[in-house]
């Protein structure tokens, strides 16, 4: 395969292989990390006004305990949906992100057998100053879409670990709605 032919399939397969925009963007996930933060520092709140609470609830009729204990069930339900969601787009993140280095691995082994020429031999290779000019153009590209590459990258390794808070957030939010129902439960 020729030089410049070679270089055009390398261009079109980086092109195919371009990030896809239905992923979540970064501030929607940083968004609902803080959301989640704020249900935290709510959960917490509300713990430490439990103790005032858990005697009244003791003191009030029967009634008063099952509602509590239906809004808990409704709450650790809902927030398992959010749980099952999560896991589903942190898979995903880390499929995407798996997908994004080993494309990347394989970029770096083409530059790595294209690299023992040298840029500058495929420049002074070229039969005329418009074939240098449309090689020069090909690197230019490929080196743009290098950069794009690695910075796909990083917003995926960064979105992977976004979720991953996201969802340790919400299992320990569960698990503290899971203990206070079964602490109005045992009253």
Do not use: W
């Not at 020729?2 to 896809?20: D, E, G, R, T, V």
């Not at 439990?50 to 008063?64: G, M, Y």
């Not at 099952?66 to 069930?73: G, K, M």
């Not at 950069?147 to 503290?176: C, E, H, M, P």
């Amino acid at each position: 395969m020729q030089k410049p032919a070679y270089i055009l399939c390398i261009i079109a397969l980086l092109l195919a292989l371009s990030p896809n925009g239905s992923a979540q963007t970064i501030k929607v996930l940083e968004a609902r990390l803080k959301a989640e933060q704020a249900a935290m520092d709510s959960l917490k709140t509300r713990d430490l006004q439990t103790p005032q609470a858990s005697s009244e609830v003791s003191a009030q009729p029967d009634e008063k305990t099952q509602d509590i204990s239906l809004n808990l069930t409704e709450e650790i339900n809902n927030l398992e949906i959010e749980i099952n969601r999560t896991e589903q787009l942190l898979r995903l993140a880390e499929s995407q992100l798996k997908n994004r280095e080993q494309n990347i691995a394989q970029r770096a082994r083409e530059i790595y057998k294209i690299g023992r020429q040298g840029t500058l031999s495929v420049l002074f290779s070229a039969k005329s100053l418009r074939d240098a000019a449309q090689r020069m153009l090909y690197l230019s590209r490929l080196k743009d879409q290098d950069q794009r590459d690695v910075q796909a990258l990083q917003a995926a390794r960064k979105r992977g670990n976004i979720l991953f808070t996201i969802l340790s957030s919400q299992k320990r939010r569960q698990q503290i709605l899971k203990r206070r129902h079964e602490q109005i439960l045992k009253r």
